[in-house]
């Protein structure tokens, strides 16, 4: 991952953590970014990363959408 993806995924994950709190239970990477095939430097697309969020309930759908 690039040093602006890292930051990204920092973001999202505080952007979870505050609007879940506690009923956040993990968040899992999964895809080309957990098996380190991440697409090259020449390629207009860069950020494809794949996170899996696990919760002790069910989100409603505006906490989903948010």
């Given at each position: 991952?690039?040093?602006?993806e ?59 959408d948010?």
């Open positions: 991952m690039t040093s602006r890292k930051v990204c995924m920092r973001r999202y994950l505080s952007l979870l953590c505050d609007r879940l709190g506690e009923g956040l239970i993990d968040v899992i990477l999964f895809g080309s970014a957990a098996r380190g095939e991440m697409w090259p430097p020449s390629s207009p697309m860069h950020f494809d990363i794949d996170p899996l969020v696990l919760t002790r309930a069910a989100v409603s759908e505006v906490e989903e948010a």
